[in-house]
Structures are given as C-alpha cells and as structure tokens.
C-alpha cells in the first residue's frame, strides 16, 4: 500500500538485507474435521515484527497460523495451521536465515489420534490423550550453524524467572517475555528483553512500536557481536 | 451505515416486529489461562443471518462467541466465549422470543479442570478429562413455551441423515443441514432445510443470500402455522 510504501521510506534501514524468519499465531492441533485444541494468539505481535522487519530493510519470511489480523506485506508467507506442519514450515526455511523470531503460539501437545469424521457427542465423559509436540525453537537453536534465534514467553505468573529459565532450557541467546494474559488479542504489550547482558524491560506501547524497538535492539546486538 | 441503510429499505419486511434469539460463532472451553478446545467456525452464517433477519424487520438478539468477522447491526449483542456462558445468556435472554436459531458451534465436552495458570509442559503425555456440556437447543426446546427452534447440523459424513436424527432427538421443528468441511470458513455454502414436509436443498450460494432463502422459508412456515 501506499501508507506501507512511506512508513518503509521513512523508517532507518537498520536490518538493510538481513534475512529473517518469524513465526507468528497460534497453532490449531485437531480432534476431528472440526474441533481442537488452540489457544487465544492474536498473530498481532508476530505481525507486527514482520512488517516491522520489512520497513526496516529485511527480506522476511513469515510462518503463520491462525490469526485474527490480515497477513502484513512480507516477501515471503507460509501458513503452517498445526504445530506439525509449522515445524515443517520452519525446517523447509531455516538455511541461510541469519535471525529466527519464534513469535507463534505453538501448541504444546497435539492428540494422539485425529478423528477422521466428526467425534459423535455419547458418551457423559471423554478422555483425550495428548502427546508432546517436538519444540522447534529449540530444534532450530541446536542445528549445526543455528540462525541468531529469539524466542517469546507468554507467562501467567513469574514472567521474568520463567522466561530467564526458557532461555537458558532452549540454549538461546536471546527471549522476549510478556505477561499472557493482558498481552494476548491487545494492541498494546508490555515486554522484557532478556539476553546475556541482562534484562530491559520497555514501556508499554502498541505492537508496532514495542515491534520497532525489540528490532532496534535486536540489530545493535547483531552490530556488536559481528 | 448507510449501504445497510439501503439494503433494509429494499429487503421486504417478512419478518417485521418478529423477536429472533441468534447463536453464532465458535465457544473455546479453556483448559488454562491461555489454551482451549475450540472449533472452526467463523461466526459468518449466524452473522449473515442476524443481518439479514435485522434487515427483514425483526428484532434480532445475538449471543456470539468467538468469530472471524465483524459484529453485523443488531438491536441486542451478548459475547459468550465459553459453552456455559453461551448457556447462561441464552436462557437469560429467550423469554419472549418468538424463534430461535442456533447456529454457534458450541463445545459438546468441556475440562473437568481449567488450570488458573498455564499448564508447564513437563510430561512427555498429557491426559484431558473432559465432561459433557449441557444441550442449549434442546433445553430451549423443552421449554415451557418454547420460540420456534431452528437447529443447524455440521456433519462430515451422512449429513441429511445425522441431521434428521439430531432434529427428532432435540425435538426442535426445524434443523438445516450443511457440509462442515466445505462450508466452515468459507463465504459459500449448501443447506438443507429439514422439517416436518421433508427436506428442501437450497442451491450453492453466499451465506448471506443463505440466510436471506432460510429466513423466508421461516417466515412462510410460521404465517402458515399461524
């Protein structure tokens, strides 16, 4: 769009060339044709590093999910509907991306059995057995030449302590931490940037600009540690 | 706005002074603050036909859960996320109405337990008890002075069959039956109307013009009936 065409002009090309990948949404593990297990992600946040990202120069490549804002002007787009398929979707793109943002809310668990027609309601009970999804933050940061790969915590409780200890478990150098329940579906978000300097959390703002400012960072790291 | 200014005016008044209960959208049942089972319905054909009905005159209450699209202009509009809030503004708001339509797909199981935080992914498997919700048409249903209840049946497979069972089992007058796999999500979409004279498939058309076919067969059955 036009808008899209000034704001990109009028924002410092800080990631000029950068190759980059995000994840973005929530992932949607289905019980039958119909029902499954979600959860309340927006995509607004991963949205708003993509298109972020773009204005400030990166060639963007975005992995998504289910949503509830239209897809932002990126180069490339791929949407991954279930944990499964978005690990596949990564996997397919991750060569030669120099930075991974894992923004999606991947489900956790999937069931261990689909349904292949509707699940007929008889029964007063029903038992679902999950089993656990492979983490591709974490597969992604072990490859052998990982991109520089960060990640994002929605917690409920101990956001910082929580987030400080995925870091580490995911062997990262780099994880964002928001509290879930006021961020999720909002235009606003409070974050903390946690890496091995410490952490840095930034004034509450919309998405785009929490978005510009993560990416801001983001590219001083890069700068330094080159 | 004024495009549906427009359309009201054109629209014959088939249902002028008519009070209609509508359900629409998809209900999540939380299993934490963050993660629930849900289905995908996008809320479009109960929006197309609270529209709709509102642009024929009558005066329409929505219940909606979760959906994709925008809140069409209605005189009344609850948000219900969940199967028993669902349930609760239902039977708050059916005194008085002179039909009801369900079209929500609301969650037939629910978690025994909603974690108060999110659940850590600790275990390789993960076990969901869950716990059957209560049937919102077919309690309208056996109502004392029950509205006029319409019923809508998703199904995957023997569709008019599944339909016409689910019809005599909630003892409702009228279900309409669809494809849920082709029709969720999309703007298209092909019903059949059920009832006691048989059943009537409407041809292939948007969701709008759906409700606009499902509400005029109403209006003549209940002038008929009248």
């Known amino acids: ?118 699940i007929k309601k008889s029964e007063p009970t029903l038992t679902i057995e999950l089993k656990r999804n492979r983490d591709i933050l974490a597969e992604v940061a072990s490859l052998p030449n990982p991109p520089y790969c960060v990640g994002f915590a929605a917690e409920t409780e101990q956001v910082i302590a929580y987030a400080s200890q995925k870091r580490i478990a995911k062997n990262i150098p780099m994880i964002i931490a928001n509290h879930a329940v006021s961020a999720i579906g909002n235009d606003e978000n409070t974050v903390t940037i946690i890496d091995d300097s410490g952490h840095t959390t930034l004034p509450q703002s919309n998405k785009i600009e929490i978005a510009h400012q993560i990416l801001t960072y983001l590219s001083q790291q890069l700068n330094t540690s080159a």
Chains 1, 2 share one sequence.
């Open 1 to 118: 769009t036009l808008l899209e065409g000034v704001l990109a002009c009028l924002t410092p090309k800080l990631l000029a060339g950068r190759k980059i990948l995000i994840t973005a949404g929530a992932t949607i593990e289905m019980l039958d044709p119909i029902r499954g297990i979600t959860n309340q992600s927006s995509g607004k946040m991963g949205f708003s590093l993509a298109a972020m990202a773009t204005r400030m120069g990166a060639e963007v490549t975005l992995v998504y999910g289910q949503t509830t804002t239209s897809l932002p002007p990126v180069q490339h787009a791929v949407h991954a509907p279930s944990a499964e398929s978005m690990y596949l979707a990564v996997m397919q793109q991750v060569a030669h991306q120099e930075i991974f943002i894992a923004v999606a809310a991947v489900a956790d668990y999937s069931p261990k059995q689909t349904s292949s027609q509707k």
